[in-house]
């Protein structure tokens, strides 16, 4: 694990470093920064550094090696970007920014997926850059009631104070937040209904998440209020309190749930390994001759399991347990607790050779030998 570290270790000081330096170039050699939101800065620095650390170390292990080593071998393969390239695009739009795969589980956690995700992007859309200094807006000289968008010190345009754009750009985080709340509600409504899903939550990962965005989101509301209709009433305290949620929130990020954020796109890898497998060549099971999985990836399980250090390997014509169909080895099973039933007295069991070829794991061994 040490040269696993030692790689993870390096990936995430670099990321951080380069954030820290597009901050400072960024900025104008923080001449545009703010002083007051040092604390966001070095909680994010955190965060990246705990991200990158874990997504790297998450990458280097076996399964997950492979399905990006082969998803990026079958992309690069001659002719494979026309073949797969499509197919990424699709699944890039569906399954992320459409977030199919949650809708089709049933439409409440759905739309509280959708909302969460797309109220969170918004934020981090608006938020970063301008607490980094990338983005800021300056007065028109002359003319009070126009801003100027820079990005990257460069002027990108202008607007009307009044207009509608100019509504819809200062009130971003307010309907970021909208958004984050109205999804929050959605996701613990049912997870406080669902019974299925009360029965396997847990607080640190199911209900902290929500409840540090719904704090964030409140937090920022409030100051928006508070400065808008209460003339800054409490504004202080607000602000305070509303920076406490958000530096918990990003130091926590690389240890709890919402981790999985950064490793979903990874996920794409595992979409191009399964349309190649089903249009490539099909393993077939060595008991009853039929196809079951692709060759591909009954040859690539092998190889990680020798990798993990499990050893299923057996002897007989399948030679390994992976060869065998999800059915054969239910019905093998069976058939060795039916052998231990009526195969003789407790501890001298007699087993089929046929069952025991397929029971050859210490795990299994047990069983028949009980």
């Given at each position: 694990m040490m040269r696993e570290r030692h790689k993870a270790t390096c990936a995430g000081l670099a990321v951080t470093l380069v954030l820290a330096v597009l901050i400072v170039l960024g900025s104008g050699n923080l001449d545009r920064f703010d002083a007051a939101l040092l604390g966001y800065t070095f909680a994010t620095l955190f965060a990246?550094?705990?991200?990158?650390?874990?997504?790297?170390?998450?990458?280097?292990r076996p399964p997950t090696a492979l399905y990006w080593r082969r998803g990026r071998q079958l992309v690069l393969q001659k002719g494979g970007f026309r073949r797969h390239g499509l197919r990424m695009l699709r699944r890039l739009v569906a399954d992320f920014a459409g977030n199919r795969f949650i809708w089709r589980r049933g439409w409440l956690r759905g739309a509280a997926h959708t909302c969460i995700m797309w109220g969170?992007?918004?934020?981090?859309?608006?938020?970063f850059p301008l607490v980094f200094g990338w983005?800021?807006?300056?007065?028109?000289?002359?003319?009070l009631q126009r801003y100027r968008l820079h990005i990257f010190g460069i002027a990108a345009g202008e607007f009307g104070i009044a207009s509608l754009f100019g509504f819809l750009t200062f009130h971003g985080l307010v309907w970021s937040s909208l958004l984050v709340i109205v999804g929050v509600v959605l996701a613990l409504r049912r997870r406080l209904r669902d019974r299925g899903a009360a029965a396997l939550q847990q607080f640190g990962e199911?209900?902290?998440?929500?409840?540090?965005?719904f704090a964030i989101s409140v937090t920022g509301l409030l100051l928006t209020i508070s400065y808008t209709w209460m003339?800054?009433?409490?504004y202080e305290?607000?602000?305070?309190?509303?920076?406490?949620?958000?530096?918990?929130?990003?130091?926590w990020l690389p240890f709890g749930k919402l981790f999985h954020i950064f490793m979903r796109p990874a996920h794409?890898?595992?979409?191009?390994?399964?349309?190649?497998?089903?249009?490539?060549?099909?393993?077939?099971?060595?008991?009853c001759h039929a196809a079951f999985a692709s060759q591909m990836h009954v040859e690539d399980l092998i190889t990680v399991e020798g990798e993990l250090g499990y050893r299923y390997e057996i002897e007989g014509a399948a030679s390994h347990y992976q060869w065998i169909c999800p059915a054969c080895r239910r019905a093998l099973v069976c058939l060795a607790h039916a052998a231990l039933w009526t195969g003789g007295e407790r501890g001298r069991?007699?087993?089929?050779q046929e069952i025991a070829e397929h029971v050859s794991h210490p795990v299994r061994r047990e069983v028949v030998s009980l």
């Open positions: 990246v550094f705990g991200v990158t650390y874990r997504w790297v170390m998450w990458l280097q969170c992007i918004l934020a981090l859309a608006i938020t983005v800021h807006f300056t007065t028109v000289p002359g003319d199911d209900f902290l998440p929500l409840l540090l965005l003339g800054g009433y409490a305290f607000l602000a305070l309190l509303h920076a406490a949620t958000v530096i918990f929130t990003l130091l794409l890898a595992v979409g191009v390994y399964k349309d190649a497998g089903r249009q490539g060549e099909q393993a077939f099971c060595r008991r069991v007699s087993v089929p």
